[in-house]
């Protein structure tokens, strides 16, 4: 006899929700509760700049994926109507989100899984008001830089002081030799 059709539908999604999970190196859990599907329309919108997914799952599916990947500790946190934002750039993602949860106050986190740790909401608020990649990026520049601009302006001090010197002595002889 075939297997029913709602088994296999479960089936595919655990296998889908498990590969994205073992995927993606980081993801948040939330709840949505209270939201309609057009806004959780505009948070996968959202989300796709950053290379992150919102999935709204079924708790028993999700908490056998998560059992199976050995994160059974987040279980705690698949309560009512979860939905999981898969991160492809965590910090991006978490601006994305945590923006979304200013302008929908019913839109909650639960927890984190980011570098291969359960993390509660006050990181994902963490990480969202971190600035921009560029912005890191451009800050970590400038201060690798600034030694070397220090070193430079001390060095044209220098010559700027030995040119005043030189300067200084060819006018003292000039005098000497103009008051002869």
């Given at each position: ?123 994902i608020k963490q990480l ?53």
């Open positions: 006899m075939d297997e029913k059709y709602g088994i296999k539908v479960k089936k595919l999604m655990f296998d889908d929700l498990k590969g994205k999970l073992e995927s993606f190196s980081s993801f948040v859990l939330t709840s949505y509760k209270g939201l309609s599907s057009l806004d959780i329309e505009d948070l996968r919108k959202g989300l796709n700049g950053s290379s992150s997914k919102f999935f709204v799952v079924k708790n028993s599916i999700a908490k056998r994926a998560l059992d199976e990947l050995k994160l059974d500790d987040m279980n705690e946190f698949l309560n009512g109507e979860v939905g999981i934002g898969f991160c492809g750039d965590t910090v991006a993602a978490c601006k994305t989100l945590a923006e979304f949860a200013k302008k929908h106050s019913v839109f909650k986190f639960n927890c984190a899984y980011i570098d291969g740790k359960v993390e509660g909401p006050n990181r969202a008001s971190l600035p921009q990649r560029e912005v890191l990026l451009a800050m970590a520049l400038c201060r690798m830089k600034s030694p070397i601009t220090g070193f430079v302006g001390i060095l044209k001090g220098l010559m700027r002081s030995l040119v005043y010197a030189i300067s200084e002595i060819k006018r003292k002889k000039s005098e000497n030799e103009g008051g002869k």
